[in-house]
Structures are given as C-alpha cells and as structure tokens.
C-alpha cells in the first residue's frame, strides 16, 4: 500500500514539475513572438532617418525579459542547487515529523 501511495505521490510532483516547464516554455515562447512583432512592426513603421534603437524600443524586452529569466531560475534552479532528490527527502522528513 505505501508503495502506491508513494508512487502517487511522485506521479503527482512530476506532473506538477512538467506543468512549470511547460509554463516557461509558454512565457519563453510569448515573450519571443510579442517582442519581434514590436520590433518589426516598429521599423517598418520608422520615419527614415529615426533612430531606432532607443530606450522605448528596448525597455519591453529589457524588463520582460528580466521576468522570463526570474520564471526560469524558479522552474530550474532549484534542482540544480539542491540536487534532484532534495524535495523528496524533505517531504519525507516533513511527512515523518506530521506522524
């Protein structure tokens, strides 16, 4: 029974860890289309002789991309400082501490 029950468990973190992924991958992708749209709309909409690349071309991008980078160390840091069986553990531990 309790190897069901683990086993459930670690379907349930799985499928929670692919959904984050799947989520910045999402954002990643969103981020890459909406920002080249802008671009380009924005220079085939340029009068000659403007510049182009001013800071209100390159403050969307900038601080989204902030964001997009902030999304990714949540969904990937994590396992890559605390190792791949830190959550397990510690909800083992949480779990005994519960009984």
């Known amino acids: ?23 910045f991958y999402i954002h990643l992708m969103v981020y890459f289309f909406v ?3 802008i671009i380009v709309s ?11 690349w001013e800071w ?3 403050i969307l991008p900038s601080l ?3 964001g997009v ?11 890559f400082i605390l190792g791949k ?3 397990e553990k510690k909800i083992r531990e949480l779990m ?3 009984k």
């Open 42 to 52: 924005e220079a085939i909409t340029a009068k000659p002789g403007a510049k182009f």
């Open 69 to 79: 980078v902030a999304h990714g160390l949540s969904v990937f840091l994590p396992a």
């Open 1 to 23: 029974m309790e190897n069901n029950i683990q086993r459930s468990m670690r379907y349930r973190e799985a499928e929670k860890k692919v959904k984050n992924i799947k989520g």
């Open 96 to 98: 005994e501490k519960n």
């Open 35 to 37: 920002n080249i749209f």
């Open 56 to 58: 209100d071309l390159l």
């Open 64 to 66: 989204w991309g902030i």
């Open 85 to 87: 069986n830190w959550e």
